[in-house]
């Protein structure tokens, strides 16, 4: 069984910085795509950010390109999303997914979701 934990989420002024962090047990995490999708009440969820554990390729979403950063540790099968010069607008909820045998991520394909974390982020 597959499990995600995620955690670093909480309240920050804007201009400030939190990590995320993705904690995946009983994965192929070798073999995977791992991503940050965030949602807020009222709309659509968005994906933010995603990398593919097999070759190190990373994506990430037009609103956080330049701002979000998103790394893997393979050793500790985590995966981390560092988050610099937030913004009023990124105030959500972040779920981290897991697609496994895969290189991308989709946003209606990944097999497993954690928990959300909630960021706030005061202005």
């Known amino acids: 069984d597959v499990q995600l934990q995620a955690s670093g989420g909480g309240l920050v002024q804007a201009g400030g910085s939190l990590r995320l962090s993705c904690a995946t047990l009983?994965?192929?995490?070798?073999?995977?795509?791992i991503g940050w999708f965030r949602r807020v009440p009222g709309k659509e969820r968005e994906k933010v950010s995603c990398?593919?554990?097999?070759?190190?390729?990373?994506s990430y979403a037009d609103s956080v390109k330049g701002r979000f950063t998103i790394s893997s540790d393979n050793a500790k099968n985590t995966v981390n999303l560092q988050m610099n010069n937030l913004k009023p607008e990124d105030t959500a909820v972040y779920y981290c997914?897991?697609?496994?045998?895969?290189?991308?991520?989709?946003?209606?394909?990944?097999?497993?979701w954690g928990k959300g974390t909630l960021v706030t982020v005061s202005s």
């Open positions: 990398i593919s554990s097999r070759d190190g390729k990373t």
């Open positions: 009983g994965s192929t995490f070798d073999d995977s795509a």
């Open positions: 997914a897991v697609r496994q045998w895969a290189t991308s991520c989709l946003d209606d394909g990944m097999d497993y």
